[in-house]
């Protein structure tokens, strides 16, 4: 679902195959987004996180919502090492933003790993799939939106994951790390929101590296979402 420069484990092939290589930015610019500070790790400390899920709610096409109409809505990840709030671009997103929403309030999330952190080519941490196999997903699938055109992810973002077929977007998505360029020769991936708070949580579970070493792989640190939230912001009159 994101390019991978090596295999480190038997379903990378299936789900990375034939995505372009990328590389990270050295521009220096990792200042976190909203009030959190890069650096500002020592207060994070993870609970051991559930089992994976024996089971997950399973949908068809025909569940797949509408895209929403909403502007502003605002997402609670909760996590075993805290909570991450997302800013939904609801707008430049409807499609996913309405199905993040949808999967939200199903519980289809509920006690789901983090299974891949990448520090190599590209930085970031992708979750969001409950077998924690990195092959999950919701039962259907939708199309690309709002990836931007100078293939440039700011840290920060938050993105659908998917297949080389930009029609794959499901339940798989990833925070950014650190400011990447991921060449989008499929076109790119959905950028759907920009974590605005807990961005310490990310940050320490990427410092903390992956398990067994090299630049691409399960994280060290274990990190499963426990619940995932959604509040639409009232509109002022």
Request: with cysteine.
């Amino acid at each position: 679902m994101l390019p991978r420069r090596r295999s480190l484990a038997p379903w990378s092939a299936a789900v990375f195959l034939g995505l372009a290589a990328c590389s990270a930015t050295t521009d220096g610019n990792e200042t976190a987004l909203g009030t959190d500070d890069s650096s500002s790790t020592g207060s994070v400390s993870c609970d051991e996180a559930p089992p994976v899920p024996s089971d997950a709610p399973s949908f068809t096409p025909v569940d797949l919502p509408t895209p929403t109409t909403s502007e502003s809505m605002t997402a609670t990840i909760q996590t075993n090492c805290g909570d991450i709030t997302v800013e939904l671009e609801a707008s430049a997103a409807p499609q996913t933003v309405a199905s993040f929403d949808f999967l939200a309030t199903q519980g289809y999330w509920a006690d789901s790993p983090c299974h891949r952190l990448a520090s190599g080519s590209i930085h970031v941490l992708q979750c969001g799939d409950p077998t924690g196999t990195g092959r999950g997903g919701p039962g259907y699938t939708f199309g690309l939106e709002n990836a931007p055109d100078n293939d440039t992810y700011p840290r920060g973002t938050v993105a659908m994951a998917r297949t080389s077929d930009p029609d794959t977007n499901g339940g798989q998505f990833f925070f950014v790390t650190r400011e990447s360029t991921i060449n989008g020769d499929t076109g790119g991936y959905t950028i759907f929101g920009k974590v605005t708070g807990g961005m310490d949580v990310v940050d320490y579970v990427a410092n903390e590296g992956i398990d067994g070493g090299g630049g691409d792989g399960v994280p060290s640190q274990p990190i499963s979402i426990l619940n995932v939230t959604v509040e639409e912001e009232a509109s002022e009159t």
